[in-house]
């Protein structure tokens, strides 16, 4: 007989011991004081006591509000419900954004180093870059995290600062895949006039090469992000790239036209794109 991970000279005896009195014990306090909270903390295993933020009631809601919001469900809407402020501002501050984040740039990640891709250059990886490649939280955090009323002149004079920080898991994936040799496309909603600035604070913050940076011509104006983005996508295949991956924090990034290989939806519960 194979007791491989036993000493040949333990004894029967003494290796069943502990298991005997775990059987005494165990059978001790499911028969006393132990038997009822025991019941009950089964029951409150199935009724999360909180959200990300911590809070109790209003943040289960805020979480189901959350989680509407980033599967596309609830669309259109202009601002946080002004209860949730708190919850989002949580969300966004602490870990588990980040770790929401890391998450779905660790995925894409894995998938683009499976691909066997043609060494031709022409391989491409779409990014957006609001709230994908440079975080505006230090906008937001002064806006009530998404609750007050967008207002298009603060937020202006704001990207005009240049001051956006990466998204720290977004420079991660950014680097590893130009070491692959895949070729980055930001393709932005920002407008013309946002270049240079937008040049410089992606440069800034470690953004250092890119094959284009189309942002939203005049040709563009009145019409959706989601058509924009489709058209620019598709203008991209056309000239004979291809699109392994494209990676935003809107549903209007991901959707559409030529969307790519594979898309991946980062999280954003500030602001909603059509
Ligand atoms: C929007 O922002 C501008 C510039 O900061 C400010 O002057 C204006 O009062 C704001 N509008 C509203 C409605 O808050
Ligand atoms: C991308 O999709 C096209 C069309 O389905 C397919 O031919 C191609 O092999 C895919 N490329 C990669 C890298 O998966
Ligand atoms: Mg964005």
């Known amino acids: 007989m194979q007791r ?32 009822e909270p025991l019941i009950n903390h089964h029951i409150h295993l199935l009724r999360p006591q909180s959200g990300a933020g911590g809070s109790s009631v209003p943040g289960l809601s805020c979480l189901s509000w959350r989680l509407a919001v980033e599967v596309g469900n609830i669309i259109n809407w202009k601002t946080v419900p002004a209860q949730c402020g708190s919850y989002v ?18 995925v894409a990640w894995l998938y683009a180093k499976s691909l066997n891709l043609k060494k031709d250059g022409k391989n491409v990886w779409v990014f957006d870059i609001d709230e994908t490649t440079l975080s505006n939280l230090p906008y937001f955090a002064r806006q009530g995290f998404g609750t007050k009323a967008f207002n298009i002149t603060a937020f202006n004079e704001w990207v005009l600062e240049g ?31 946002q270049r240079s600035v937008t040049i410089t604070n992606l440069r800034n913050v470690g953004y250092r090469t890119w094959e284009k940076l189309v942002l ?56 909603y794109v059509s």
């Open 4 to 35: 491989s991970l036993h000493s040949p000279k333990s004894s029967h005896t003494m290796e069943r011991l502990p298991g005997v009195l775990l059987f005494f014990l165990a059978i001790f306090f499911s028969t006393t004081q132990a038997y």
């Open 89 to 106: 501002g949580h969300y966004m501050l602490g870990h588990q954004y980040r770790k929401d984040s890391k998450l779905i740039t660790d």
């Open 163 to 193: 001051r956006a920080p990466a998204l720290p898991e977004s420079l991660q994936l950014y680097k590893k895949l130009l070491k692959l040799g895949v070729k980055v496309v930001f393709i932005t909603g920002r407008e013309e006039d």
């Open 216 to 271: 939203k011509g005049s040709a563009y104006s009145g019409k959706t992000s989601y058509e924009f983005k489709s058209a620019e996508r598709a203008k991209l295949e056309k000239s004979g790239f291809r699109i392994i991956g494209n990676m935003g924090d809107q549903w209007s990034d991901i959707l559409g036209a030529s969307a790519g290989n594979r898309t991946f939806k980062l999280p954003d519960p500030l602001y």
